[in-house]
Structures are given as C-alpha cells and as structure tokens.
C-alpha cells in the first residue's frame, strides 16, 4: 500500500515568510509525528498526533511552530515568519497506536 | 531524558565483508524499544530493525543482526555481507513502551555514515 507522504518535496522561501509543510499518513495509522532534521541538532522531535489530538506540545521549537491534524489523517505543519535557522529537512511518520514509526521522504525548508 | 549517542561518524567497510555499528544508550526506564533506521540520499528513513527490551533474544532481519546488551544498555548492528547498497547513514534511535505525549517521540542519535567500498 501507499506510505507516508509529504509535501512539498522541497520549499524556498523568504525569511519573514510563512509555510506550511503537509503530510499524509499511511491510512489506518492513528498515530503521527514531526520531526526536523538539521546539521547542527541532528533529527530532533517535534510533535506527536494522537488521532487528532497533540497531548504534548513542548517539542515544537518555538512559538512561531504550530501543527494540526485533522479527520484522524492529513497533518499540517506551519511555521510563520520563518528565520533562516528553521532551514532543515523536516520528516513526518505515522504509526499504528504503540507501533513501529513509518518515515516520509521529508520536506527540505531553505530559508534565504 | 533518554540519550542515544553513536561513536563512529563514519565507517568503511569492503563490499561483501561485515561491518558493526556501535550505539549506546541511556535511560532510567525498565521497557523500551530500540530501532536501527538507514537514510539513503534520498532522505527517506527506512526501518531496518526493531527490538523489544523483554526480549532477551537478538533481533535478526536477513543480513542485519543486533547485539543487545540490556545490562550495558547497548545496541550494536552487524551488517554480513555488505552490498553497495547498504551505503547510508544509520541511525539507532530509542523509544519509551510507555507511551503517551512525547514519550511515543524518537530519540535518535547522531548516526554514522557507512561507505561501502567496491
């Protein structure tokens, strides 16, 4: 069946600008996470989606970070006036409840 | 907080010989889960192997095999008969059986580049 998908496959964008990063789960999987990806930080959490619901918030790295899911499946991550450290490649996956985590090909954020 | 630290940026290894990969690991925690992730260029993480702390047994998934040491907590995978496709970055990454909020979040560590010499 079809994995996990994101989009876009790659983003260039301004600082001060806002973007938004999508992903869609494998279906059936109730579970969602973001992770970001950097050279410096290497693969750090984010955020974790249970259902449509985010228990735990304090991963994300700042204010300007949010995320939401809706309908148990598509999860969108938005970042707003975006700072050229927020450049990094950022990965989602889904899994079932307690199951093994399943990766997107990632979303690859450059901000000039 | 968990941590994961893998000691080797970069390995070499000659094609069709094996290779180790070294991870060690900390935590208070009694259950947990323990994953070796491959990146390819192509960004896409894939899963390689999976092991559950209660089992004492180590995980094997055809060429790939891990060494777990619970009392040393570490976590190393050997790779027989390395192929060039087998070139990537691996990652060892932990994850608490609790569950709930972030504790259902990776922790990975730095990973380490294997190369793969023809």
């Known amino acids: 069946g079809a994995g996990v998908s994101q989009s876009p496959s790659n983003k260039v964008t301004e600082k001060g600008k806002d973007v938004e990063l999508r992903c869609d789960p494998i279906?059936?999987?109730?579970?969602l996470y973001w992770y970001r990806q950097s050279l410096g930080q290497g693969l750090e959490f984010l955020i974790y989606?249970?259902?449509?619901?985010?228990?735990?918030k304090s991963g994300l790295p700042s204010d300007r970070f949010s995320a939401e899911r809706t309908g148990g499946s598509v999860s969108t991550l938005t970042i707003q006036r975006t700072q050229q450290e927020d450049s990094a490649v950022y990965l989602c996956a889904s899994s079932p409840v307690g199951g093994t985590q399943y990766f997107g090909p990632g979303t690859r954020l450059t901000v000039l | 907080a968990q941590t994961v630290t893998q000691s080797q940026p970069e390995m070499s290894v000659q094609e069709a010989e094996t290779v180790t990969l070294s991870c060690t690991y900390d935590?208070?925690?009694?259950?947990?889960?323990l994953f070796w992730y491959k990146q390819p260029p192509s960004r896409q993480m894939i899963l390689v192997i999976r092991?559950?702390?209660?089992k004492q047994q180590n995980a094997t998934e055809n060429r790939f095999s891990v060494n777990f040491q619970k009392a040393a907590k570490s976590f190393s995978l050997k790779i027989s008969d390395s192929q060039l496709g087998d070139a990537a970055m691996y990652f060892c990454?932990?994850?608490?059986?609790w569950g709930g909020g972030g504790a259902d979040g990776l922790t990975f560590g730095k990973g380490t580049h294997l190369i793969i010499q023809p």
């Open positions: 279906s059936g999987h109730t579970a």
């Open positions: 935590t208070s925690e009694s259950d947990y889960y």
């Open positions: 990454a932990y994850r608490s059986a």
């Open positions: 989606f249970q259902g449509n619901s985010a228990p735990d």
């Open positions: 092991q559950e702390a209660y």
